[in-house]
């Protein structure tokens, strides 16, 4: 219970800094999206939450407004048609993901957690619920920016059902064996990843 208090702590407090120090880079990125295509700057989409709750997850919209999958179902894909030329950079480069700072503030994700997934996701074509029984037991923790799937190498859709069953096993493994140090780990291998240039989340 402390560790998890500690986490909140720190969810609030990065991400409080963080909208702070990259205002002026949102306001940049926002009216570059709004320029590049017409459709609003963010993109938002229903997901899970903790504990099974549905909730809103803001970010920047990569593609054309009028071909958008609300649902979160149909994934994009290399060299989707749907995205668009900013959309690109801005997926290579997860700056599309820093609205979700947002989402943490409020308290609907952590900066660490299982990734959160748009309902009905599915993976290798399967229903993800379908495909891992105890799927929604990594709904016991808050989803996060970025998590041990991810800092493992799990990214991008999740169309082979292997590849799939393996993301979410990291996913549980992270909520049984949560601690302040493994979300120091899996921070810091991050970090590094995306100072190699990333592979988009």
Not at 33 to 50: I, K, L, Y
Not at 99 to 109: A, E, F, I, S, T
Not at 116 to 140: F, K, N, S, T, W
Request: glycine share 10%; aromatic share 6%.
């Amino acid at each position: 219970m402390f560790q998890l208090a500690c986490k909140r702590a720190i969810d609030v407090a990065v991400s409080s800094l963080a909208l702070l120090v990259l205002s002026p880079l949102f306001l940049v990125l926002a009216l570059l999206v709004m320029s590049d295509t017409p459709g609003p700057a963010f993109f938002v989409q229903e997901r899970w939450g903790r504990r099974g709750r549905k909730i809103r997850v803001l970010k920047f919209r990569t593609m054309h407004a009028e071909r958008s999958d609300a649902a979160g179902i149909i994934q994009a894909a290399p060299n989707d048609p749907r995205v668009t030329r900013l959309g690109r950079l801005l997926r290579r480069t997860n700056l599309d993901e820093l609205p979700q700072l947002w989402n943490v503030l409020r308290g609907d994700m952590s900066l660490i957690g299982p990734r959160c997934h748009a309902i009905g996701m599915l993976g290798g074509g399967v229903p993800y619920e379908e495909l891992v029984p105890e799927y929604h037991q990594r709904h016991d923790m808050r989803p996060g920016i970025t998590g041990l799937a991810q800092a493992s190498g799990y990214r991008g859709p999740t169309v082979d059902a292997e590849k799939a069953r393996g993301r979410i096993e990291l996913d549980l493994i992270y909520v049984r064996r949560f601690s302040l140090w493994l979300d120091l780990k899996i921070a810091i291998r991050t970090i590094a990843s995306e100072w190699r240039g990333g592979t988009g989340l």
